[in-house]
T-cell receptor, first 109, second 115 residues
Framework: EDKVVQSPLSLVVHEGDTVTLNCSYEVTNFRSLLWYKQEKKAPTFLFMLTSSGIEKKSGRLSSILDKKELFSILNITATQTGDSAVYLCAELTGNQFYFGTGTSLTVIP | GAVVSQHPSRVICKSGTSVKIECRSLDFQATTMFWYRQFPKQSLMLMATSNEGSKATYEQGVEKDKFLINHASLTLSTLTVTSAHPEDSSFYIC???????????FGQGTRLTVV
């Protein structure tokens, strides 16, 4: 059974749409949950979440963690074609990372 | 989903010694494996890409003689940090993909501490 599950697996939207990406995780030894954007060579760090209910924002991107329900969401508003990428979430537990398989987002003009 | 296992998950070594990290794809054949190093503020840097049976392709600035990568089989790639120094202390993470430009599955990471 996967430790970190992301949904949807893929998503196609039009420019200007708002998208919500989901990430659920297991609780064992939870330290933090991280979101990455992967376009080319390496995932680019977006957010690290450790506390429940506190929204983190960066421009059109925002993310929040729910430690009771064991999930996190990544929101992207007013999407642009440059947002097309695979979005990964990863749970850091103890000294180990558990990555989800990612959500592939395609934004069409 | 596919499983990629890294071993060890944590290692402490003395300065000057070498450390080998293994990355295994448990239920699929990984034609391509990637090695990353995590830097402060959680950013991941791609170190090298290895294809089974051929030499790894290193990113600019990564010393190939210091970070030896071997991808001898379709299920195993190893990263050896030679003559480790404290500045090599970091998380090292691998990912593996079945075919070029398909999704990659990540290992759990190895935390290396050089004392």
């Amino acid at each position: 059974e996967d430790k970190v599950v992301q949904s949807p697996l893929s998503l196609v939207v039009h420019e200007g749409d708002t998208v919500t990406l989901n990430c659920s995780y297991e609780v064992t030894n939870f330290r933090s949950l991280l979101w990455y954007k992967q376009e080319k060579k390496a995932p680019t760090f977006l957010f690290m979440l450790t506390s429940s209910g506190i929204e983190k924002k960066s421009g059109r991107l925002s993310s929040i963690l729910d430690k009771k329900e064991l999930f996190s969401i990544l929101n992207i508003t007013a999407t642009q074609t440059g947002d097309s990428a695979v979005y990964l979430c990863a749970e850091l537990t103890g000294n180990q990372f558990y990555f989800g398989t990612g959500t592939s987002l395609t934004v069409i003009p | 989903g596919a499983v990629v296992s890294q071993h060890p998950s944590r290692v402490i070594c003395k300065s000057g010694t070498s450390v080998k990290i293994e990355c295994r794809s448990l239920d699929f054949q990984a034609t391509t494996m990637f090695w990353y190093r995590q830097f402060p503020k959680q950013s991941l840097m791609l170190m090298a890409t290895s294809n089974e049976g051929s030499k790894a392709t290193y990113e600019q600035g990564v010393e190939k003689d210091k970070f030896l990568i071997n991808h001898a089989s379709l299920t195993l790639s190893t990263l050896t940090v030679t003559s480790a120094h404290p500045e090599d202390s970091s998380f090292y993470i691998c990912s593996a993909s079945h075919r070029r430009n398909t999704e990659a599955f990540f290992g759990q990471g190895t935390r290396l501490t050089v004392v």
